[in-house]
């Protein structure tokens, strides 16, 4: 099973009440969902606490290292 695309799903609304709700606007994106599709059809999701900006940044640098690497092996990709 190999990774065939990895894109990021942004997700808007209110913050959660931890003490910094108030500074953040509802038109920020603080929680990107991460998707990881693969060649078998299987689908993965995962969120990042930091912006889509970012996220999409880290994923087309890293394009080169986890496209067409496989699925099953995150701990061999992140090292």
Known sequence: MRIRAVRSIPLYGTAPDAGWFDRVDRSQNLQPLVEVATDEG??????????????????????????????????????
Do not use: F, H, Q
Not at 54 to 69: D, I, K, Q, T
């Open 42 to 79: 299987v689908v993965g999701y995962r969120s990042c606490y930091t912006s889509r900006a970012l996220v999409n940044a880290a994923l087309l640098l890293l394009r080169p290292w986890y496209e067409g690497e496989s699925a099953i092996e995150p701990e061999r990709l992140s090292d």
